[in-house]
């Protein structure tokens, strides 16, 4: 899209472009009305201790309390006493500067983000069998050309509109669109073919697909044989699951598996796509593993026109998973633990590689531990909004009100930054200039149209001016007498290794991704604008950039993609006589994530005003509810509550909502908080709960 500014204000227009061709949705159009929206945030909010109330301050006072919380936890607890959250939309840059600052400004190896939530099963999955996270290894127009489309707990009509124009190709060229997905959502109603399990069983599904074509023939060995290793393994497992058996556990008739496995099987371009409906649970990663597993059996990666890929979650879910706010990650996609990515990270940082901490902990792990005994008792939240987006919200609600010093950075007050010590407010994305990476690998630019309000500074001359502070607080406790000199970080070295100009942190996230996966060396913001984008890994300003994952090899030692055996496990929590139903959560078209931003548009507020909670016909009947009735659901962990709303396109064991609310209507009070052993992601999709009329 482009932006135009004028005495009426900003106003949103779209444009030709690679990805959407100058689509957008609902949330896009409006997004301008929150640059001057009178909720925004436009001066430091600090709490009173005597009232307890958040009253508006100077940066320098605002700063100050930071810097002094934050010295006094780690001077009493130690470094790990103070922890960062971020987010998936936070441009690369701020992402970048996010990690460094957590690993070299605060010396803490607590830090991780809200994409943990959202894209971190798949990004498992995915380097385990490829070596290599890109959420589409191939550029997004190739779904349009596809002759078998599978969609897995993917619902883009509503949460990512603008990609229906491929699928809408895809079928206009006479393809066949499959999607597997609990709830007849507005994705399923277009599909030639829509599978409605039981939520937690897609692994299921997808085991007894890959039997049904090894039983027809239609694995493509030579490929296998090839390309893959592992195979053998994945083979004796899923003879067990034959399609009776899946039929039995998933509800999916043996016809409609023997129909999907034929069009993937048979098809010439086949391309498959999990979402967070396969990925939110805590088998996630094995779930992902099991339609990766599918694609290589049949030869998909790597293939032109097909392949595996998935859909990303927020704004900027690719980037922001590359380049170091992961618990576990250096920038270019390195692990924080591999001793030559430490050196190399290190010495574009200038700090020994020793001095860099090691891994942390997963999202919520990090976040359950707030407050508790030897847990973090400070938390930085850049871009994120945990009060609404956790699961098993209000326990982490508690955590949050139990930390001696919490600050939010946002441009919102959020349900979250309400409980803030100290609330910075930050600049839109209309105000600031960085770089994002979409679904394809693709880094695009994000232009600065205007300046922000005077008293609103951006997250880079945010965490700029804390390093420098912090540095500045540090030097003057160490006896220049006895300093060791590299111990001593002066306020003009902190503030020279956190520039606050996003063209200097993009310039040291080439250097520091220089080498790794997620290769960016090679691509400048000219590049970017001269051709709409460039696909990492580009190594080289003068190389070409990489579009196209695995025609040759795959990112392995030995080029060769890994096949892993996974077998079906019940969900972490099954329904019992007391909470005998299914739960699931999801978004809905004129909303997004936690709902700060959305919340406030007038036009997304009237579309979609308050939670629900979706019910079947026949469900409600014997519950005794009528549509439009409150009604309250509860789980072990506790309840919300909202209007009823009846659908025959949900499954009557099966109750859905959206997670865009807080309040009464939050949902992830009573998500579960198990999580994937693998990728710490929670089992958002999936706990038993009862349904009442309240």
Known sequence: MTLRADDAGVTVHPREFPTNRGGLCQKGWTAAELLDHPDRLTTPLVRDAATGELHPASWDTALDRVVAGIRAVQDDAGRDAVAVFGGGGLTNEKAYALGKFARIGLRTRHIDYNGRFCMSSAAAAG????????????????????????????????????????????????????????????????????????????????????????????????????????????????????????????????????????????????????????????????????????????????????????????????????????????????????????????????VPADELPGPGVPAYQLLDSLGTPGGPRALLVFGSNPVVSAPRAARIEGRLRDLDLLVVADLLLSETAALADVVLPTAQWAEEDGTMTNLEGRVLRRRALRPP?????????????????????????????????????????????????????????????????????????????????????????????????????????????????????????????????????????????????????????RAAPEAFVELHPDLATRLGIDDGDPVRVTSRRGEFRAPARLSAGIRPDTVFAPFHYAGAGRANSVTNDAVDPISGMPEFKICAVRVEKA
């Open 453 to 605: 309000p005077p008293s609103v500074r951006t997250d880079l001359a945010i965490i700029s001016d804390l390093a420098a502070r912090l540095a500045d607080a540090e030097s003057t406790d160490v006896d220049p007498a006895d300093a060791n000199p590299a111990s001593v970080r002066p306020a003009a070295v902190a503030a020279a290794r956190f520039p606050a100009d996003p063209a200097a942190v993009f310039a040291e996230l080439r250097r520091a991704s220089a080498g790794g996966a997620a290769d960016y060396a090679g691509i400048s913001w000219d590049r970017i604008d001269a051709d709409d984008g460039v696909y990492w890994p580009c190594p080289t300003e003068d190389g070409p950039d990489t579009p196209r994952l695995f025609a040759d090899r795959f990112a392995t030692a030995d080029g060769r993609a890994r096949f892993h055996p996974v077998d079906h496990r019940p969900a972490a929590e099954e329904v019992c006589a007391t909470y005998p139903l299914h739960f699931t959560t999801g978004r809905v078209l004129a909303q997004y994530q936690s709902g700060t931003q959305t919340r406030r548009v007038a036009a997304l507020r």
């Open 127 to 350: 380097m385990r069998a490829f070596g290599i996270d890109r959420g589409l290894p191939f550029p997004l127009a190739d779904l349009g050309r596809a002759d078998t489309l599978l969609l897995v707990g993917a619902n883009p009509a509503e949460t990512m509109p603008p990609l229906v124009r491929w699928l809408t190709e895809q079928r206009r060229n006479g393809g066949k669109l499959i999607v597997i997905d609990p709830r007849v959502t507005a994705t399923a109603r277009q599909a030639d073919l829509h599978l409605q399990p039981l939520p937690g069983t897609d692994l299921a599904v997808a085991n007894a697909l890959l039997h049904i074509a090894l039983t027809e023939g239609w694995v493509d060995r030579d490929y296998v044989a090839d390309r893959t290793t592992g195979f053998d393994a994945v083979r004796r497992g899923v003879a067990a699951w034959w399609p009776a058996r899946a039929e039995q556990l998933s509800g999916v008739p043996v016809a409609d598996l023997e129909a999907t496995a034929r069009a993937l099987g048979t098809g010439g371009r086949v391309i498959i796509l999990t979402a967070r409906g396969a990925e939110q649970h805590a088998k996630g990663v094995d779930t992902v593993t099991a339609y990766v597993n599918l694609a290589l059996a049949l030869g998909l990666p790597g293939r032109d026109g097909s392949g595996y890929g998935c859909l990303t979650g927020q704004g900027n879910g690719q980037g922001g998973r590359e380049h170091g706010q992961k618990a576990d990650q250096l920038p270019g996609y390195r692990r924080i633990d591999d001793p030559v990515a430490r050196e190399h990270v290190a010495g574009v940082w200038g």
